[in-house]
């Protein structure tokens, strides 16, 4: 870009410095979305608390199914297939 485009786009310049702090956060709000190892943490918890008895195999299930489904929804998102 030269001189003379630069200073003409120079009212410019806050918008493009907005725009691009939201492009960072929403990166960081998708990288902390589709991060996988509190699903993994949480699905681990929720094992223990079946052996230990807080929950019951009913609850267990539905929220297996649910993290399950969510972890697959980040290696979809991980592969570049979406969902």
Do not use: C
């Amino acid at each position: 870009m030269g001189l003379l485009s630069q200073l003409a786009t120079l009212p410019l310049a806050p918008v493009r410095g907005v725009a691009w702090v939201m492009e960072r956060a929403l990166e960081a709000a998708e990288n902390e979305y589709y991060d996988p190892e509190p699903v993994e943490r949480e699905l681990a918890e929720l094992e223990r608390a079946l052996l230990a008895g807080d929950i019951d195999e009913e609850t267990f299930d539905r929220r297996e199914d649910e993290l399950l489904d969510k972890l697959d929804e980040i290696r979809a998102h991980a592969q570049g297939t979406g969902t």
